[in-house]
């Protein structure tokens, strides 16, 4: 067993985790989507700006979801792929990194203008 496959459920721990639906837009994923049941955190960009500076300008009001990576199945996410929050809002993924030993996916994104 590795050290990244002993982590790879510890988000179930952590406080303020969100429902949401993932939508991949790539060719042939139309009408798919992903259920991610109390399995997604939203963290404001403080301290953000660095790790993405090289894929994506960043804005005050962004925000990076943090979803496991065992939680997407087979999709891996893409730019411009989006998430859907428990209020409606729907969120366009900007940038996509895989991080915590390849655990979870890090994907800043910016709430889409209606």
């Known amino acids: 067993m590795t ?4 982590i790879a459920s510890d988000y179930t721990s952590f406080d303020g985790l969100e429902t949401v639906t993932y939508t991949p837009v790539a060719a042939g994923a139309a ?5 991610i049941t109390s ?8 301290g953000k700006r660095n790790q993405f500076a090289a894929l994506v300008v960043l804005e005050p009001d962004d ?3 943090h979803i496991p990576v065992t939680l997407m ?5 893409l730019p411009d792929d989006t998430i ?9 993924v900007l940038a996509v990194a895989k991080v915590t030993l390849g655990t979870r996916w890090a994907l800043p994104c910016r709430k889409r203008r209606t």
């Open 3 to 6: 050290f990244a496959t002993d």
């Open 31 to 35: 009408g798919t989507t992903i259920a």
């Open 39 to 46: 399995g997604a955190l939203r963290r404001g960009i403080t």
């Open 63 to 65: 925000v990076v979801w």
């Open 73 to 77: 199945g087979a999709t891996i996410p």
């Open 84 to 92: 859907t929050d428990s209020d409606g809002f729907v969120w366009l």
